[in-house]
């Protein structure tokens, strides 16, 4: 009987590829380095803006007139247009905490 060293978890000459575990599947399309990029830009603006988590979630995931009825987050990430008008409106914004 052959022992296997800890943590290697296969035994030498396994060349079965090992399963990935405690990953949720995917629910839908990754996105691509841009979308990424403008993502983590649109996200840090808001938070700039609001400071809190709260609000700043709801700005970015509601329906706005001022952006013709687009989700500021969906509207930054379909494109770089889309992530200047969302920062635009932002800094257009008066906020309160």
Known sequence: MSAVPPGDGQ????????????RKASSGPRLSREQSRRQNDVLHSAWRHFGVSGPMIAFLNAQNDRLEGGQPLHLALESEDGLQRVERL??????RA
């Open 90 to 95: 932002l800094g257009e914004m008066t906020y």
């Open 11 to 22: 035994a030498k000459g396994d060349e079965r590829p090992r399963a990935r575990q405690f």
